[in-house]
Nanobody, 127 residues
Framework: QVQLMESGGGLVQAGASLRLSCVVS????????MGWFRQAPGKSYEFVAA????????KYADSVKGRFTISRHSAKNTVYLQMNSLKPEDTGIYYC????????????????????WGQGTPVTVSS
């Protein structure tokens, strides 16, 4: 059983930065890709970014390219999301999730492709 725990969210002004962390526990090795999703108030989950655990290949939503960076530290079993130049539309609850196959496929941005989820960490960006 894999358990994921997010942290690092908060309330910031537009243009500020935050770094989210997701600690993965319950396994001896981490071979599956990881992703970040967010849920804005009144909306469904939106894909943000994903990374292959083994080879560091990454994917990003168009809305965050150039501003957000996903990375990992395998020895710490931790995935990070560095968020720069934050905008009010980035507001939402951010979740990390584990992909259901060993490498990211064409549907890497679909919620249904991820089978383990954290509890979420809230991010609020004021204008």
């Amino acid at each position: 059983q894999v358990q994921l725990m997010e942290s690092g969210g908060g309330l910031v002004q537009a243009g500020a930065s935050l770094r989210l962390s997701c600690v993965v526990s319950g396994r001896t090795t981490s071979g599956y890709p990881m992703g970040w999703f967010r849920q804005a108030p009144g909306k469904s989950y939106e894909f943000v970014a994903a990374i292959n655990w083994r080879d560091d290949g990454t994917k990003y939503a168009d809305s965050v390219k150039g501003r957000f960076t996903i990375s990992r530290h395998s020895a710490k079993n931790t995935v990070y999301l560095q968020m720069n130049s934050l905008k009010p539309e980035d507001t939402g609850i951010y979740y990390c999730a584990e992909y259901d196959r060993l490498s990211l496929g064409d549907e890497y941005n679909h919620q249904s492709e991820y089978d383990s989820w954290g509890q979420g960490t809230p991010v609020t960006v004021s204008s």
